[in-house]
Structures are given as structure tokens and as C-alpha cells.
């Protein structure tokens, strides 16, 4: 089993910046690719971007290329999502999650299916 904790969310105005942590427990962390995922009021849960077990390969959700930057440090247990050029379009609840042992990286890596173990979220908020 896995246990994810995630930090770093907060309020920010329209065009600032922001790094996302989630700390991994458990089974060994770098064998799994890891997601970030947002989900905002009324919304579904939508993938902004995942990467590999060794962080050579990532994906992006196309509203987020150019803006945020998923990255990993297996010695740390710990991936990063860096928000930069928020946008009040970005406000939602941001949750770190671990690929199934059955799915390798890039396959179905925008799918909640392909996730098992979630972090609790972490609220980040941006003003216009």
C-alpha cells in the first residue's frame, strides 16, 4: 500500500506561481509512475499531467503545456507539479495519485482508471 500527502496549495493571484509536493510511503516509489490530477467544483476529475518511474517521460494536459512542469525525486519519494501563469481557470483541488502495477507509463496515463492510491488534495485558489 501507498500513502501520498500533498502540500503546497494556497491562494495566488492571476499569473503567479506555485509548487505542488507529494510525499510517497509505502512500496517502493520509484516503481510506480505518478499523476496529477485537479478536480473543480461541479467538475469531473481531470488528469494535468503524469510521469514515468524514472521522470524521462512526461504528459501534459494541453491547457496546462508551457505552464506547468511535473517532476520527481525517487530519492526524496517525492514528485512536484510547478504551476507557473496561473490562471483563474487553474482554481480546483489538486491530487497526486500512483499508476496500477498492471498499467506502464504512457498507457491510458490521462484515465482515473489507471490510478490506485490518492493523495487527500491539497485546494489551490486563483484570483483574477
Known amino acids: 500500500q501507498v500513502q501520498l500527502v500533498e502540500s503546497g496549495g494556497g491562494l495566488v493571484q492571476a499569473g503567479g506561481s506555485l509548487r505542488l509536493s507529494c510525499a510517497a510511503s509505502g512500496r517502493t516509489f520509484s516503481s510506480y509512475s505518478m499523476g496529477w490530477f485537479r478536480q473543480a467544483p461541479g467538475k469531473e476529475r481531470e488528469c494535468v499531467a503524469a510521469?514515468?518511474?524514472?521522470?524521462?517521460?512526461?504528459h501534459y494536459q494541453d491547457s496546462v503545456k508551457g505552464r506547468f512542469t511535473i517532476s520527481r525525486d525517487n530519492a526524496k519519494n517525492t514528485v512536484y507539479l510547478q504551476m507557473n501563469s496561473l490562471k483563474p481557470e487553474d482554481t480546483a483541488v489538486y491530487y497526486c495519485a500512483t499508476m496500477r502495477n498492471n498499467f506502464h507509463f504512457p498507457s491510458s496515463w490521462y484515465r482515473i482508471q489507471s490510478y490506485d492510491y490518492w493523495g487527500q488534495g491539497t485546494q489551490v485558489t486563483v484570483s483574477s
Open positions: 510521469i514515468n518511474w524514472s521522470g524521462g517521460s512526461t
